[in-house]
């Protein structure tokens, strides 16, 4: 008996809610939230904002999350100050230099060639020509100018700017720097200086070391 009054409480429900729908009129909305927004549109029209737009410019100065300002001119000067001044950040390790190369193979053997010789694919077919190898004497590139043409482009070679971090691309500056040895004879950079962990002992363990120290 219970049952069946449950079953005729939620049947009289069911068809309380079905009732309710009219193709003429907008249907209830339970639960409003689920279609109204509560946040600001992008782009919407606000009376809260200047200028009655959600989109508003940067905070004057501000950068976006991830980006860092390069403050070599794209110029002749630039190049040159980057070639003399600009060094990598980043530490010579093997792991920089497995992800170095792994990029390198992605947006530079294909000019350049795996060897850094200037025999890449595309020069082979004579899709391009004029790639010089790393180890040229005239060009005598370094850190700096490694990076100052990924991030600019120079001649036929466009920018990497836009498809690598900043981080990425000293990677690939160290890969490069290690074929240029290669082709050179000389042996390749890896930072081998660790520095140790700094180990501060608390008062505590201080008295328990002296009492061990005395039994």
């Not at 009219?22 to 549109?41: H, R, V």
């Not at 003399?84 to 920089?96: A, G, H, M, Q, V």
């Amino acid at each position: 008996m219970k049952n069946s009054l449950n079953i005729i409480v939620v049947a009289i429900m069911m068809i309380s809610i079905v009732s309710c729908k009219k193709d003429s009129k907008p249907n209830y909305q339970y639960m409003p939230n689920m279609y109204a927004p509560i946040g600001y549109e992008t782009y919407g029209q606000y009376e809260v904002f200047p200028g009655g737009q959600e989109a508003m410019l940067p905070v004057e100065g501000s950068i976006p999350r991830g980006w860092m300002p390069y403050d070599f001119k794209n110029a002749p000067e630039g190049y040159q100050m980057a070639k003399d001044s600009l060094k990598n950040p980043i530490r010579y390790t093997k792991e920089n230099e497995e992800e170095g190369k792994s990029l390198y193979d992605i947006y530079c053997a294909i000019c350049h060639g795996a060897k850094g010789d200037g025999k890449g694919t595309l020069v082979k077919r004579e899709k391009i020509l004029g790639v010089p190898s790393y180890d040229d004497a005239g060009r005598a590139i370094t850190e700096g100018s490694i990076y100052h043409v990924m991030y600019y482009g120079i001649n036929s070679m466009g920018s990497y700017a836009s498809q690598t971090s900043e981080h990425e691309r000293w990677q690939i500056v160290q890969y490069v720097q290690k074929l240029k040895a290669d082709l050179e004879g000389k042996p390749v950079r890896i930072d081998t200086d660790v520095v140790a962990p700094k180990i501060v002992e608390t008062a505590e363990q201080s008295t328990e070391e002296q009492q061990d120290n005395a039994h």
